[in-house]
């Protein structure tokens, strides 16, 4: 146990500190930076990051740095995706220790306006003997590389992360589970008596305008029946959010997710829709880019748009549409090239069919749309 190694009394208090701190929190965002900043404490470091792997456990599909400056962050740009060192501990996951990083055959990667990194301590995080992800530390500030002691505390720490993380798994399930039988009511109403209601109520109002004797009357009932329209569709789209009953695979869930943990950076919650059968037109092979362009879109928002909104509206139809619109600084008259990932998230939308078009919002802002084609081999109900 990495506890043997721990002598000093000062630092075993520190550690049962990070030990409350992490394990008092339930909310997995939260979690996560509350690990990488107890890390970064314990071991002393300048810098420090939590890299959460992918599905395919082959990249990082989050990462969460603590101790950068915000202008050295968004000068850096895009975050790592898991090469050099990094991918090192995804391949391999073990300790890493390391005087000085750039002497060993696998650095390699940093981007430009990157601080200079020197000494290095890298654990895994492992929940039921799984990786989850892995911890990073650079520049030991009071000495010229991290020490035994050091890689004791942070492999204690990441113990306790592994079941701190996974009690915030387990309880957001829960509170996802206590909703179902609410929601399961909430969608049939919807179903059998709202949207039969407003179906009726637009046929009524059809027959009346075929009555109406003066041309704005005709007008003004032609325009309630498209807005019932708009609200059909809107709630059909909410129904199919209720309905949704998966623990894994839900592209709304995920979203969902995503947005929410986006709120610590980007300072305010996103405003979420969905309208129409996403999860059923949604390609098997689409997920993960959409959820990293969306992931990419916000980062972009949080880092350079000074916004104070962000709506996001993900669509099926005959195509699958992902719309990012923020009330922000709007386009900047010329974009650095690869400074906000346009070429990643195009290059994903191209290569399943698609495009993608980022464009300024009248009044200011910018709207960002995703566009790939959907599954026409699926059906729908509804």
Do not use: C
Not at 214 to 233: G, M, N, Q, W, Y
Not at 317 to 323: A, C, Q, S, T, Y
Not at 363 to 381: E, F, K, M, V
């Amino acid at each position: 146990m990495p506890f043997r190694q721990i002598d000093d009394p000062e630092a075993l208090r520190n550690l049962l500190d990070a030990f409350l701190t992490v394990e008092s929190e339930l909310d997995l965002a939260v979690v996560l930076r509350r690990i990488t900043e107890s890390a970064r404490s314990l071991a002393g470091a300048r810098y420090a990051a939590l890299g959460v792997l992918d599905e395919r456990g082959q990249g990082l599909s989050q990462f969460i740095p603590v101790g950068f400056d915000p202008d050295i962050e968004a000068a850096i740009g895009h975050y790592p995706e898991g090469h050099g060192i990094l991918g090192l501990l995804i391949v391999d996951p073990k300790l890493l220790r390391l005087a000085d990083l750039h002497q060993h055959p696998e650095s390699y990667g940093f981007p430009p306006n990157h601080p200079p990194m020197t000494s290095f301590l890298g654990v895994p995080i492992r929940i039921r003997d799984k990786v989850f992800g892995n911890l990073y530390l650079t520049e030991k500030i009071d000495g010229p590389e991290f020490t035994e002691t050091d890689q004791a505390l942070v492999s204690a720490l990441a113990v306790a992360a592994g079941i701190a993380i996974d009690n915030a798994r387990l309880h957001g399930r829960v509170q996802e589970l206590v909703l179902l039988e609410d929601r399961d009511r909430i969608a049939r109403d919807l179903h059998d008596t709202v949207i039969q209601r407003l179906f009726a109520l637009g046929l009524s109002l059809q027959g009346t305008a075929r009555l109406a004797q003066r041309p704005e009357v005709t007008e003004r009932i032609d325009e309630a029946v498209d807005e019932l329209d708009s609200v059909i569709r809107q709630i059909r789209g909410t129904i199919f959010a209720l309905e949704d009953r998966a623990t894994t695979g839900s592209v709304r869930r995920d979203v969902l997710h995503l947005t929410k943990e986006m709120v610590e950076v980007l300072g305010f919650q996103p405003a979420v829709t969905f309208d129409g059968p996403v999860e059923t037109l949604m390609p098997e092979n689409a997920t993960a880019d959409l959820m990293a362009t969306l992931r990419e879109a916000l980062t972009n928002v949080a880092r350079h748009a000074q916004a104070s909104r962000v709506d996001v509206r993900l669509a099926a139809d005959r195509d699958i549409v992902l719309e990012v619109v923020d009330d922000g600084a709007g386009l900047p008259a010329q974009i650095p090239a690869g400074r906000h990932g346009l070429g990643n998230m195009g290059e994903r939308a191209r290569a399943l069919g698609g495009d993608l078009v980022l464009e300024a919002e009248d009044g200011g802002g910018t709207r960002l749309a995703w566009r790939i084609p959907a599954d026409q081999g699926a059906s729908s109900t509804l």
